[in-house]
């Protein structure tokens, strides 16, 4: 005779519970440890290397800050003399 155990569902339930919450664990741990950061910035830098103004040749320099010119075309950021 074949000896057939009793089914239980509990002991079951518990180890692919106990399984699925490992993986989880796992999972979450291995995407945190290779995370990356990304950082988009979108228009120009507000001073590019020498900050709002500055002295060069006799003349002094201010930042222009990006802007629409005409016919509707981006003038990007620049240093122009004062």
Request: with cysteine; proline share 5%; glycine share 12%.
């Amino acid at each position: 005779m074949k000896h057939v155990q009793p089914y239980d569902g509990g002991k079951i339930m518990k180890k692919i519970a106990m399984f699925f919450a490992a993986l989880f664990c796992l999972c979450s741990v291995a995407s945190t440890s290779n995370a990356v950061v990304v950082n988009v910035e979108v228009g120009d830098q507000p001073y590019y290397v020498h900050g709002p103004g500055y002295w060069a040749g006799g003349a002094y320099l201010v930042w222009v800050p990006g802007h629409w010119g005409a016919h509707h075309h981006w003038v990007h950021g620049h240093y122009a003399r004062r």
